[in-house]
């Protein structure tokens, strides 16, 4: 029976709800969003029990507010906000029970940039196009507001437990990560293709749409006036005419003109959503689509083994 968890007091920066994602309808022009971390989505969900896509809400540098209105278990994965219950400290990848009437709330950053606060039983809000997910611009999904209750079917588990530190990533200022090239090289002059690789990329700016990059040596394009616009994947790496590159994320348009000089790995976005704005760094390593569903799989089968409790 679906019961009222939680009530905002204080919604935070850009708090929002977020699950796997609104997939199948980029074709209709509508944006797919879901966790800009899915790593740390995953893992919330798994370390209580629920579908690793189930939504979370996502928490954006400043943090929440709220307060349990029921006994639940529920973790918070992801950037390290200061989280406290009742004012007690709490650690990061791992699960904690709420009783009613205590308080969430979130202090200073320490560092990452996404945080994912998962209940046991999952967290009801407007479905639309098949996902909870929150889309801003265009009104999709239940916006996190003062005062508003989010309802779902509280559970707990018979135990806390945590992630072991070996599966807990490190938010570093410079991080490393794996491309799949195309499908546009023909479109980038040959010698930027090895500039690519060879230098570290500033993270400029960016949101929940994309990343903006700043090279020292630009990524030259050539001859791509006639290409035609194309679907751009999660993880896309577009290249404008100032060759400084753009990863698209979460809230991507659905199409665009740039040519691409390949596609960010699922697995290593995690990293390159945690960087610090004008501060991190990114190398890029080029590797096959099988090396890349090979780690995927490797990842979320230990995920998976979680949930079955």
Request: proline share 5%; with cysteine; glycine share 12%.
């Amino acid at each position: 029976m679906s019961k009222a968890i939680i009530t905002i007091k204080k919604p935070g920066l850009a708090t929002s709800i977020q699950d796997g994602g609104r997939y199948g309808y980029q074709r209709f022009g509508v944006v797919s969003s879901g966790a800009m971390d899915r790593y740390a989505l995953n893992w919330a969900n798994a370390l209580v029990g629920n579908p690793l896509n189930a939504a979370c809400l996502e928490i954006c540098l400043v943090g929440p507010s709220l307060v349990f209105h029921e006994d639940v278990s529920f973790s918070i994965c992801g950037a390290n906000l200061s989280p406290h219950l009742n004012g007690q400290l709490l650690q990061g990848w791992r699960t904690y029970k709420a009783k009613a009437g205590e308080q969430l709330s979130f202090g200073r950053q320490v560092d990452g940039n996404y945080a994912y606060l998962a209940v046991k039983g999952g967290l009801e809000s407007e479905v639309v196009m098949g996902s909870q997910s929150t889309y801003t611009k265009a009104e999709l999904g239940t916006a996190i507001t003062e005062g508003l209750t989010i309802w779902g079917n509280p559970q707990t588990l018979p135990r806390n437990r945590g992630l072991i530190t070996e599966e807990i990533p490190k938010y570093e200022d410079h991080v490393h990560v794996h491309y799949i090239p195309g499908p546009h090289q023909s479109y980038i002059k040959e010698d930027s293709i090895q500039h690519f690789e060879e230098q570290s990329f500033l993270l400029q700016q960016g949101d929940r749409m994309g990343f903006r990059l700043k090279g020292t040596k630009p990524i030259e394009t050539k001859n791509y006036e006639n290409l035609s616009s194309n679907p751009i994947p999660l993880g896309g790496i577009q290249l404008p005419p100032d060759g400084n590159p753009i990863i698209l994320l979460a809230d991507r348009q659905t199409t665009g003109g740039y040519p691409r000089i390949g596609t960010v790995i699922s697995t290593d976005l995690s990293k390159i959503v945690q960087l610090s704005m004008g501060k991190g760094t990114i190398g890029f390593t080029a590797i096959a689509i099988e090396e890349a569903q090979l780690l995927f799989k490797q990842k979320h089968l230990k995920m998976k083994l979680y949930t079955h409790i």
